[in-house]
Nanobody, 116 residues
Framework: VQLQASGGGLVQAGGSLRLSCAAS????????MNWHRQVPGKQRELVAA???????NYADSVKGRFTISRDDAKNTVYLQMNSLKPEDTAVYFC???????????WGQGTLVTVSS
């Protein structure tokens, strides 16, 4: 199983980024997909999740600013991040699981840095 995250980078506060996570080795359409983030010294946090049917849920800290979506034809999940804040700075990870929020498989992280 491979989950390849990309799209991180440096952005100014108020800006936008779109993260992508391409999956292989799993039956993508049968898996819920998640985005998490982690700041050094803190616990990994679930940011957003999307079910196989397209239902979504978000951490309170990102509601209204982040949007998770999936393209089953491309085996890819996305995280559109708008109105970014310095506190969104973290390493972002994608994961796949049998229900939203559950992580059975992990990808490597991609660093997002938001400057003030």
């Amino acid at each position: 199983v491979q989950l390849q995250a990309s799209g991180g980078g440096l952005v100014q506060a108020g800006g936008s980024l779109r993260l992508s996570c391409a999956a292989s080795g799993i039956i993508f359409r049968r898996n819920s997909m998640n985005w998490h983030r982690q700041v050094p010294g803190k616990q990994r946090e679930l940011v957003a999740a999307i079910s196989t049917g397209g239902s979504t849920n978000y951490a309170d800290s990102v509601k209204g600013r982040f949007t998770i979506s999936r393209d089953d034809a491309k085996n890819t999940v996305y995280l559109q991040m708008n109105s970014l804040k310095p506190e969104d700075t973290a390493v972002y990870f994608c994961s796949a699981g049998f229900r939203p929020g559950k992580a059975d498989y992990w990808g490597q992280g991609t660093l997002v840095t938001v400057s003030s």
